[in-house]
């Protein structure tokens, strides 16, 4: 039987996946740029600006200013009703690029001037199906990097760096291998992922995007054959530049996704970054030195009254994992080809749409989460506390100045003593040190023995 999807509660009970169902309040951006509207569409823009760049070469009477503003209001108000009208001609051609030559000669054929000049002949002119589609989703992973993606890190870098200003005095106890380590400060630690986020972001920013476009196998045969007095390769090369594209000069009928795969790559590590804040905060979450705020209705377990569990850490971490291995796949995947072309890259760029939607939901979550956190001090403070030993570190380090001996084992030893606490000062007011080196070493406490740290 055939569904119909009547609301957006009917579309998230019956979605195969929570993009569309569970999670479409947090993909919907990711439409604009990745659903088979939006490929439709950007589509239709490449044919339509190919088709106003062929003007330049005298193939037809010169097109209008009006005649031009009538083509371009094809792709500009492009309805869901004109991408059906495609899809409708899709069934009958067995071949979406075809469908959408057709639809754009139906659309020129209402302009009687255009027709005159018989301008819709033109349409799709000896350009391959990759041309088209290639610039298409360059254009579409692009503007959802810089529309989507970008603004909403920037928007969690902005929240990351407030942390660094408020706790960048909160200091607490460090983790090596799970156990007790030297103190640092709260604010230091969001720090090393708020560089390293911004060290992948600018990188990811300053991306050259390439295109394919090149003819049947990248060569220009039909365009060669047709009229070999032009010079196709500076035609091509000019007409990819209105997009703010470069065009890859050696390809066969596909692109060789390089330039995709360096993108995919940077996304990675982005989501590799964010997977390792997500474990640090549901770490920090679970040993209490946050509470989580909640909503007066909101429920932490079905069972447990008291529980309220770091969800949109644990949300995050998963998503991001889902998109990871949609990254990987892509640029494991992409740039091999049998020979000229097989259909796998076809395929497979339709899920792109996917990656960046598990990665949005991902970065949504962890923008929720990062609103719920409210710092619980009092815990960091005794963790300090209970652990005065990680000083030690500092002190065998002074002694080697003043003394000349390594005192690591003297050191050693006391800390695997009973009460080794206790036994500290005691042990500092037996050196054969100078008195004031004595209440040096003995102003250096847990909380204050941090280190160098400048914002």
């Given amino acids: 039987y055939k569904i119909i999807f009547l609301n957006k509660m009917e579309s998230r009970l019956t979605s195969i996946t929570p993009i569309d169902g569970r999670y479409q309040g947090e993909t919907n951006d990711i439409k604009n740029f990745h659903s088979e509207y939006s490929f439709i569409r950007y589509r239709i823009i490449v044919e339509i600006e190919y088709l106003i760049e062929l003007n330049n070469l005298e193939l ?21 009703k004109d991408a059906e009208r495609v899809l409708e001609i899709e069934r009958e ?31 799709h002119f000896c350009l391959t199906s990759q041309d088209v589609n290639s610039t298409a989703n360059v254009l579409m992973m692009r503007g959802t990097v810089q529309k989507v993606i970008l603004p909403k890190i920037n928007e969690l870098l902005k929240t990351m760096k407030q942390f660094i200003l408020d706790w960048s005095k909160v200091p607490m106890l460090s983790r090596t291998h799970g156990q007790s380590a030297s103190p640092t400060f709260l604010g230091k630690e969001f720090l090393v992922f708020y560089e390293r986020l911004v060290i992948q972001s600018r990188k990811l920013n ?214 080794a606490k206790e036994k500290l000062e005691r042990v500092l007011n037996n050196l054969d040190i100078d008195e004031e080196e004595k209440k040096y070493l003995k102003t250096c406490k847990p909380n204050n023995y941090t280190g160098i740290y400048k914002l």
């Fill in 60 to 80: 037809f009477d010169d097109i209008t200013e009006d005649e031009i503003l009538f083509l371009r209001e094809i792709y500009k108000n492009f309805s869901v």
């Fill in 93 to 123: 051609t067995k071949h979406d690029v075809k469908a959408i030559e057709y639809f754009i000669t139906e659309r020129i054929k209402r302009n009687t001037n255009l027709v005159e000049k018989n301008i819709q002949l033109f349409t």
């Fill in 206 to 419: 300053d991306i050259s995007y390439t295109t394919k476009f090149g003819g049947a196998v990248g060569n220009f045969n039909a365009h060669r054959m047709a009229l070999p007095n032009v010079d196709w390769v500076e035609f091509a090369d000019n007409f990819i530049k209105k997009f703010d594209l470069t065009r890859n000069q050696y390809t066969t009928q596909i692109d060789h996704y390089d330039n995709y795969c360096e993108v995919f790559d940077i996304l990675r590590r982005i989501n590799i970054i964010f997977i390792d804040l997500c474990r640090d905060m549901w770490s920090y979450i679970s040993r209490d030195y946050f509470v989580l705020k909640m909503d007066e209705k909101q429920v932490g377990s079905s069972a447990m009254p008291q529980k309220n569990n770091p969800i949109y850490f644990e949300k995050a971490e998963a998503n991001l994992l889902v998109s990871n291995a949609l990254w990987n796949l892509f640029s494991n995947t992409l740039p091999v080809s049998r020979m000229q072309r097989d259909l796998r890259d076809s395929s497979l760029l339709r899920n792109v749409g996917s990656a960046f939607s598990y990665m949005m939901i991902s970065l949504n979550s962890i923008s929720l989460g990062f609103s719920k956190l409210s710092l619980n001090e009092k815990v960091l403070n005794e963790e300090l506390d209970d652990n005065s030993l990680v000083i030690l570190e500092g002190i065998v380090a002074r002694l080697k100045l003043l003394t000349g001996e390594n005192k690591y084992e003297v050191f050693k030893m006391l800390a695997r003593e009973n009460n």
